[in-house]
């Protein structure tokens, strides 16, 4: 089981597009590991997290050791983790382990309004953006900055760049072709 929820987890985290939770309730162990795995968190104002496995003698095994972390820090990582501490919604934007807090109901329509902002990028940019930002979780810096040239000039021969400049002096929207 461990094995099958971090692979799902991973699998998430590495989907190319951009993944949007909305926490609507109570995100608890595995429900807060697969918003951990997701690009963005939105919560509800009424929402509460924690990863509480420690309090049963296991721990976090889809991610939540890691993913909590690279967002939060190793102190409040810690204190969810180590000391089985519950946080609300307003408690999670302020550590970052949420990106916004909207009120009860309004999590999905937050969510499709980001969703609907992604949608106007470029796919091919998105997908070596996001690469880029979570291989700064493991790599150094200095070689994601060649990475992050590399796959610059890799976007200049695609036509979705070619596009989207063309739609720009054109003072028009984009058509992207994900190519």
């Known amino acids: 089981m461990a094995i099958a929820f971090g692979e799902a987890f991973e699998a998430l985290s590495a989907y190319r597009g951009v993944s949007i939770a909305v926490i609507n309730g109570y995100a608890m162990g595995g429900g807060l590991e697969c918003a951990l795995a997701c690009d963005i968190r939105i919560a509800e104002d009424h929402a509460q997290m924690a990863l509480p496995e420690t309090g049963v003698g296991l721990l976090p095994c889809a991610g939540g050791t890691q993913n909590l972390?690279?967002?939060?820090?190793?102190?409040?990582?810690?204190?969810?983790?180590?000391?089985?501490?519950?946080?609300?919604?307003?408690?999670?934007?302020?550590?970052?382990?949420?990106?916004?807090?909207?009120?009860?109901?309004?999590?999905?329509?937050?969510?499709?309004?980001?969703?609907?902002?992604?949608?106007?990028?470029?796919?091919?940019?998105?997908?070596?953006?996001?690469a880029l930002i979570q291989a700064a979780r493991h790599t150094p810096p200095a070689q994601n900055l060649i990475h992050e040239r590399e796959a610059f000039v890799k976007l200049f021969d695609t036509k979705d760049q070619r596009e989207g400049v063309q739609a720009f002096l054109e003072k028009r929207k984009p058509v992207w072709k994900n190519k």
């Open 69 to 130: 972390t690279a967002l939060v820090g190793e102190g409040w990582a810690k204190r969810m983790i180590l000391c089985g501490e519950r946080v609300d919604a307003e408690t999670a934007l302020r550590i970052g382990l949420v990106e916004e807090v909207t009120a009860k109901g309004d999590g999905l329509l937050a969510a499709q309004a980001l969703a609907q902002k992604v949608a106007k990028q470029s796919p091919v940019a998105v997908s070596y953006s996001k």
